[in-house]
């Protein structure tokens, strides 16, 4: 006797360093949502129970990362609280966190350039799972030997760059001794088929050798050569009208004098 609500659309995925949140469209009114989420192997599992929002935290129940799930949700209408009868829904893509969710930026710690090297140091992305001690894995803690790292590292002012892939946190490349270098470094999942890179991290740039045409570019040059110029152009001129003046101003003093003695 009342009419049913209608499904969810647009269901979509969010992952970032296993934090991930289910989106979806349109905002309920005169009804609520619950999420249930299947896994192949696992129980269901309900979240955001009777919400009014479009999206819904999902990550503590997707613990095993290399499940793959689906999400059900349901268009509850408040007539239907009691009710036995399944209430409409929708199912979302298969998603597994493991393959999917996206690797997130690195977190670079330290660096340096002295002479010909350049060292790069940087920390993993956090995840939202955490070990028996409370502490917070790493995505390396999740990935092991899947994780990879490149760096890319080109001359200040240049376009051209170069990268280096390895396991571990840290780098040491060979550069040219007193030219400055930027880099990012990112992360990467070779057995991936989709998302394999992750996001870049902040840009850095060392500053051993830099002076400031390379640190702002030529219009300073222009800048400062305008005023060298006009610097110069006062030095020259500035004498020379004091000397016109002081001149005429004996001059004037001498013909007044001359005036007086005529008188």
Partial sequence: GYDKPPTAVNITWSSINFK????????????FYTVEIH????????????????????????????????AHILSVMPAEMDNFEEPPFAVSEKFTPYSQTVIGKPEIKDYSQKGSKLNVVFRDPLTPYIFPNGSFQSIQD????????????????????????KKSRNFEVSVDSGKNYCFFVQGIIPSRRENRN?????????????????????????????????????????????????KAKKARAVREKELLNGV
């Fill in 39 to 70: 896994g192949q192997t696992s129980d269901i599992k309900r979240k955001c129970i009777l919400t009014s929002e479009t999206e819904c935290d999902v990550t503590d129940v997707l613990r095993n990362v290399k499940e793959t799930y689906t």
């Fill in 142 to 165: 999740i990935f092991q030997h899947d994780l990879e790292y490149k760096l890319y590292y080109w001359k200040d002012q240049s376009s051209g760059k170069k990268d280096i892939t």
């Fill in 198 to 246: 992750g996001q870049e991290s902040t840009v850095l740039c060392t500053s051993g050798g830099r002076n400031i045409l390379d640190e702002y570019g030529t219009e300073v040059f222009i800048i400062l050569a305008v005023v060298a110029v006009a610097v110069i152009t006062l030095a020259i001129v500035l004498p020379v009208v004091l000397c016109k003046r002081k």
């Fill in 20 to 31: 991930t949140i289910l989106q979806w469209q349109p905002k309920p009114s005169g009804y």
